[in-house]
C-alpha cells in the first residue's frame, strides 16, 4: 500500500503563487511518471502537469508558463509550483502516480484564487 499525502493548497488573491507537495510513502525512485490533476466544480478532472523519471515534463495548455512540476527522488515528493494564479484556476488538486502495480491518488488540496 502506497500514501500520497498533498499540501501546500489554500486561498490566494490572483496574481499570486502556491507550492503543492506530494508526499508518497515509499520510494519514487523508479517510477516513470507522476501527474497533478484538477478538478473544478463540475468539471471533468483534468491532467496539468506530468512528470517523467528523467525529468521530462508536459502541461496543459491553460498552464504552461506559469506552474512547474518537479519532483525530488531522494525525498519521495513531487512539486508544482504555481505562479501568476487566475480565479480559473480554482480546483481541488490531486496527486497521482503509478506504482508498485497500481494507481495510486491523493486525498486532494483545494487551491481557491480569488479575482
Known amino acids: 500500500q502506497v500514501q500520497l499525502v498533498e499540501s501546500g493548497g489554500g486561498l490566494v488573491q490572483a496574481g499570486g503563487s502556491l507550492r503543492l507537495s506530494c508526499a508518497a510513502s515509499?520510494?519514487?525512485?523508479?517510477?516513470?511518471?507522476m501527474g497533478w490533476y484538477r478538478q473544478a466544480p463540475g468539471k471533468q478532472r483534468e491532467l496539468v502537469a506530468g512528470i517523467y523519471l528523467g525529468g521530462s515534463t508536459n502541461y496543459v495548455d491553460s498552464v504552461k508558463g506559469r506552474f512547474t512540476i518537479s519532483r525530488d527522488n531522494a525525498k519521495n515528493t513531487m512539486y508544482l509550483q504555481m505562479n501568476s494564479l487566475k480565479p480559473e484556476d480554482t480546483a481541488v488538486y490531486y496527486c497521482?502516480?503509478?506504482?508498485?502495480?497500481?494507481?495510486?491518488w491523493g486525498q486532494g488540496t483545494q487551491v481557491t484564487v480569488s479575482s
Open positions: 497521482y502516480a503509478p506504482m508498485y502495480g497500481r494507481d495510486y
Open positions: 515509499r520510494s519514487i525512485f523508479r517510477i516513470n511518471f
